[in-house]
């Protein structure tokens, strides 16, 4: 039987619970921001990537709510490479939301540089 640190488990609780509330409000974030997008899309008249990322950004944020609630309520989290995966999830959501707008941006500059 492996002896576990308190201190260790109780940083790793502390960890899965603030990628849970954090997951979880970019899911609704990106859902919120797929829709505004879909309203400029259809205003300007444009085609874009953008509403694609967000979405695909909110699926991945979903995926670290679940595996975070996971994590909290059973035995996974003692696995060793677990944390470093919800992490590594959570920044490539944290990406597709930084290039979303990145481009969102460009979309609507562009009009206005002609």
């Not at 940083?11 to 974030?29: I, K």
């Not at 979303?100 to 009009?111: E, H, W």
């Amino acid at each position: 039987m492996t002896i576990i640190d308190p201190e260790l488990d109780d940083r790793s609780y502390s960890h899965l619970l603030t990628l849970l509330s954090v997951s979880a409000a970019m899911v609704g974030v990106c859902l919120t921001a797929v829709g505004l997008v879909s309203v400029i899309e259809s205003l300007n008249k444009i085609e874009t990537w953008v509403d694609d990322l967000l979405a695909i950004g909110s699926l991945i944020f979903s995926i670290v709510t679940l595996l975070s609630f996971l994590g909290i309520r059973t035995r996974i989290r003692k696995w060793k490479r677990f944390t470093l995966v919800l992490d590594v999830l959570f920044c490539l959501g944290i990406c597709a939301m930084v290039v979303a707008s990145m481009l969102l941006t460009y979309y609507v500059i562009k009009p206005f540089d002609s």
